[in-house]
Structure formats: C-alpha cells, structure tokens
C-alpha cells in the first residue's frame, strides 16, 4: 500500500544551525513529492515539489529538499533555522494523475532561540 | 491574486444535523480537493473534482457528500452529524487534476459538533 512516513513527531533545534525534517514514502516508481507547511489556525502552505530532474530542489523561505530514490527519502532542510520556521511540516506524495495525494503525519519543528 | 476562501472560517452543529461548508479556489485554477484533519488521524483526503466531475474519493461513509459549480467554486456537505466529524475541514484547489500539480490550501472550516 502507498504510505508516507514522517518519523519524527517533532524536531528542536537552535536558532542559526541547520534543521532536517525526514520524509520517506513506501512505493518506488516516479513519484510527485511535495512539502507544506502549517502555521497555527491556518491551512497548509506550498514550501517546494519534486517532480524530476536535480535531486536538490529548492522552495520557499530558504528551504530545500533532497530526493534519494534509493532510500525512497525526500527530506527537508535549511542551512540556519530561524525561530519564525516554527510550524508544522507536512510531506505529500502522488504517484500518479489518477492517485490521491497522500501526506505523512506531519513534524512539529521547534525553533529556540 | 486572492487566495483559496473557505467560509465559513467557524462552525458549530450539534449531533444529527447537516452542515454545508464553501470552497472558491484562486482565480483559474479547476481543481479542487478536500481533506480533513484531526489531531487523530492527520490529515485524510476526502473527494478530488475538476470540471464539475468528481476524479478521487477517500474512505469516507455516504455521509460526506461534495459537489462542484460551473466556477470551479465547490461545497462539501456532511449530513446527520456526529460528534467524531469534528474537524478542521481544508479545502485546496490547483490549475488541474495533474499529479505534479501543487495544491494551494484555503485557512479550512473549523466545526464542532456538540
């Protein structure tokens, strides 16, 4: 079954170091990979995708996200965290037009300061 | 150029009623999805349109019905409420049912059901 995975429930790091949010899916193939994010009282924001091509894609706010088909892994990541990154991270994959689109559980980033 | 609007932004029903939630996408954009989110069971898709056609449904009992206008703009419906479909309910639209699409997300419908 196509499943998405995000085993951190929540991630803290220190303002100004570099953060990792993990992400693996369940299927191979050529999947459609995508991260959102989720501030308080607020839907889902649009943060970068993966469709093919550079395995390094870059998004919104200084965000980026490396996809391994090896590991089937698309992890986010941001050379120095600032405390405004605090929010809710979501990972959504889609394997095909006729798929739906299927998100993890999501991360809960910390930022201290 | 505005954003996905959902109205409206709070509700509350009690057990047994019906409830009709609203969804208009960004401007040209002809696809529009729903999901909700509990702090259960995250985020679950409910029904994908494009073109006044349903294209995807989730696992969801007849009760959540949803339904999409020549505008694109779409409703959701769930009828005899029950305490466990209190939710935040958020609707995304995209330009196309595409795979690759990005889907751009409204702030959703919060509803209580007492």
């Known amino acids: 079954a196509q499943s998405v995975a995000q085993p951190e429930d929540q991630v803290n790091v220190a303002e100004g170091n570099p953060l990792t949010v993990k992400c693996t899916y369940s299927?191979?193939?050529?999947?459609?990979l995508f991260w959102y994010v989720q501030y308080p009282n607020r839907g889902l924001q649009f943060l970068l995708k993966?469709?093919?091509?550079?395995?390094l894609v870059k998004g919104s706010y200084g965000f980026e996200a490396e996809f391994n088909k090896s590991q089937t892994s698309f992890h986010l990541k941001k050379p120095s965290a600032l405390v405004s990154d605090s929010a809710l991270y979501f990972c959504a994959v889609r394997w095909s037009d006729t798929d739906k689109l299927i998100f993890g559980t999501g991360t809960r980033l910390q930022v201290f300061p | 150029k505005a954003g996905v609007t959902q109205t409206p932004r709070y509700l509350i029903k009690t057990r047994g009623q019906q409830v009709t939630l609203s969804c208009s996408p960004i401007?040209?954009?002809?696809?529009v999805s729903w999901y909700q989110q509990t702090p259960g069971q995250g985020l679950q898709f409910l029904f994908e349109?494009?073109?006044?056609?349903?294209?995807n449904k989730g696992n969801f009992p007849g009760r959540f019905s949803g339904r999409q206008f020549s505008n694109s703009r779409s409703e959701m419906n769930v009828s005899t409420l029950e305490l466990g479909d209190s939710a935040l309910y958020l609707c995304?639209?995209?330009?196309?049912?595409?795979?690759?699409?990005?889907?751009?997300f409204g702030d959703g419908t919060r509803l209580s059901i007492l």
């Open positions: 995304a639209s995209s330009l196309g049912p595409g795979a690759g699409q990005p889907q751009h």
């Open positions: 401007s040209g954009h002809r696809s």
């Open positions: 349109y494009f073109s006044e056609t349903q294209r």
């Open positions: 299927v191979s193939g050529n999947p459609y």
């Open positions: 993966y469709i093919t091509g550079d395995n």
